[in-house]
């Protein structure tokens, strides 16, 4: 007598040619495919000796032995896929699934498989492996036992496949009508709040902000919103006229109907990001770095800019007005120093740029600190595998200043100022000549690693605005460098 996950398992099954049951125990599936006529052959597979005894038991007791093949095998290590046509794996965790998935050679008959999924845990983990995978959920149900619901997928290879935002990977693939799962997107929505509630105690308002706002798309979907909404919001916080002369921030490229439902955010539009974004149908990127800063004399395929307009992608780009906002990229940077740090007074705007603009900031600790010790809460601060420091700088900090980016040309205003120290990125070699003189020290740490930590800002504050946005800082917005 199979449970309910376990019929809904048994109905998703094509019968089309062999199944596989993997992680059987009992084999109760297996007879039931065989007894129920749907398959002639089923192969069990479990990873231990005990439950494949259970299972010879069972198959012996419905006299179907020849019709049952079971394999001891780690997953589908030690199965014969060939004339497999569907594959069911249940009662595993998300990961575990994925796992099991990502070992198969694809040089099998990956295309004719359907594949019949139950994570006990993390189903929304699963859901995006599977697309990474190239197979598409094309069905998925919600059964409930008692208290407790139980996720069903069927997967399809699809070569077409788009990649899933974290949000769709919560989302699911329900049909508008399952009164389950509806219920079962209301139930992760209280599971996301209360989460939610848990990181805003713990003072982690970035997380908490994000958790709520993927609970409250749970609950009410997404919404198509304006780009000239969004940019004029943008606009409040970091406005665009505060840029410098040289810049070109602002609304760089449109797309068709001006409006979007995903946002991927990035320090820098290349053509990998365009590609994500693509796959994970958003309509909008957000970059630090402006994807047209020259002026353009030829437009190559290969150009990012070719590749926003031909995928209908449009570009806002926040450069210098980010750096000088003080909720911007150095007030980011200034905001994760106070949280490891105790100043003596204010910090100051470094380079003063007036209407309580600027570049950087300059800081004063409560208490001296050793340059080592300094240099390793920086490596935290930013994520740097190594920082540059120069060798004859001074033992103790107690004053500072940083700027985000290529800072290195304002090192003489750092001394002019009784710092220290400056931190940047970017740092010339006649600049690091020049510091030696002044038994000042320098810490590059990397133009990339002080720029890109203000994307959680930006999702930060374009998900409280705009909750119902699906807002994703792109995996592809990484160090172009290597550190070898």
């Known amino acids: 007598m199979l449970d309910n996950r376990l019929k809904m398992c048994a109905e998703f099954v094509s019968g089309r040619g062999i199944a596989v049951d993997v992680g059987t125990d009992h084999a109760h599936l297996a007879a039931e495919l065989i007894n129920s006529g749907k398959c002639s052959r ?24 020849d019709k049952v093949e079971l394999v001891l095998s780690d997953g589908l290590e030690n199965v014969d896929l060939e004339g497999v046509s569907d594959i069911v794996i249940a009662g595993m965790g998300g990961e575990t699934i994925a796992g099991i998935i990502g070992k198969l050679d694809m040089d099998c008959d990956f295309e004719s498989i359907r594949w019949i999924l139950q994570p006990m845990t993390k189903p929304e983990y699963l859901r995006k492996k ?31 496949c788009r990649y899933l935002t974290e949000c769709d990977s919560l989302f699911g693939f329900f049909d508008d009508d399952d009164p389950l799962g509806q219920k079962y997107r209301k139930k992760e929505a209280e599971r996301l709040i209360k989460i939610s509630q848990s990181l805003e105690k713990a003072g982690k308002i970035y997380d908490a902000t994000h958790y709520k706002a993927l609970a409250y798309k749970l609950e009410n979907d997404y919404k198509k919103h304006d780009i000239n909404e969004i940019y004029a919001y943008l606009d409040e ?6 840029q410098e002369k ?36 958003a309509d909008l990127i957000i970059s630090h770095h402006p ?48 949280e490891r740090f105790e100043f003596e007074h204010e910090p100051e705007i470094f380079e ?45 900090i107690k004053r500072f200043a940083f700027c985000s980016g290529s800072g290195g040309s304002m090192f003489r205003e750092a001394v002019e100022r009784g710092c220290h120290a400056y931190i940047t990125g970017d740092i010339k070699h006649d600049v690091w000549v020049d510091a030696e003189q002044y038994y000042f020290s320098l810490f590059d740490c990397g133009h990339f690693h002080t ?20 807002v994703e800082i792109s995996e592809n917005s990484t160090d172009p460098c290597k550190y070898i």
């Open 291 to 338: 994807v047209i800063f020259d002026p353009v004399k030829r437009l190559s395929f290969r150009s990012p800019v070719y590749r926003l307009a031909e995928s209908n992608i449009a570009a806002i780009c926040m450069h210098t007005n980010l750096d000088k906002s003080k909720s911007g990229t150095n007030g980011v940077i200034l905001r994760k120093l106070s």
């Open 451 to 470: 720029e890109n930590l203000v994307l959680e800002e930006l999702r930060y504050v374009l998900e409280k605005k705009f909750p119902q946005l699906d």
């Open 130 to 160: 599977l697309y990474e995978f190239e197979l598409k959920i094309t069905s998925e149900k919600i059964v409930q036992d008692g208290d407790k619901m139980y996720v069903i997928m069927c997967a399809e290879y699809n070569k077409e």
């Open 246 to 281: 040289w810049d070109n921030s602002g609304l760089i490229v449109d797309n068709c109907d001006m409006t979007c439902e995903g946002v991927i955010l990035t320090l820098d539009i290349t053509n990998k990001v365009i590609a994500e974004a693509d796959c994970k149908w």
């Open 42 to 65: 089923v192969i069990a597979s479990d990873i231990n000796d005990g439950p494949l005894e259970s299972a010879r038991k069972t198959v012996e007791k419905h006299g179907i032995s």
């Open 237 to 242: 916080l970091y406005p665009f006229n505060t």
């Open 352 to 396: 003063d740029c007036g209407n309580g603009t600027g570049f950087g900031f300059v800081c004063e600790l409560k208490d001296e600190i050793d340059t080592p010790d300094f240099a390793a809460v920086l490596k935290e601060i930013f994520g740097c595998q190594k920082i540059r420091c120069n060798t004859n700088g001074r033992y103790r």
